[in-house]
């Protein structure tokens, strides 16, 4: 099994920053692509951005610019650095990981979402 524990979520003012974390454990063998996804109220969910193992990223157009996706390997953990938010940003996001738990193996988990809320 691989869990997900997320951080960083909250309230902020629009033009204000927040940065996301979302740590993976378990019998993980190895993490090929971590991920985050957010879904605001009465939409389908999205992707925001998207890191490979080897570094590959891809944003959502809307974010591009004001959103940064890392991770740090050796701590299975992704992050999200949001800049110069705004209302339309407000959502639950989502951290997932795809990967191998053993080699051959393959799984996706999700973590249980953190509220961001943009308003004044």
């Known amino acids: 099994q691989v869990q997900l524990v997320e951080s960083g979520g909250g309230l902020v003012q629009p033009g204000g920053s927040l940065r996301l974390a979302c740590a993976a454990s378990g019998s993980i063998f190895s993490i090929n692509a971590m991920g985050w996804y957010r879904q605001a109220p009465g939409k389908e969910r999205e992707l925001v951005a998207r890191i490979t193992s080897g570094g590959r990223t891809n944003y959502a157009d809307s974010v591009k610019g004001r959103f940064t996706i890392s991770r740090d390997n050796a701590k299975n953990t992704v992050y999200l650095q949001m800049n110069n938010l705004k209302p339309e940003d407000t959502a639950v996001y989502c951290c997932?990981?795809?990967?191998?738990?053993?080699?051959?193996?393959?799984?996706?988990?999700w973590g249980q979402g953190t509220p961001v809320t943009v308003s004044s």
């Open positions: 997932n990981t795809e990967g191998t738990v053993i080699p051959g193996t393959t799984f996706s988990s």
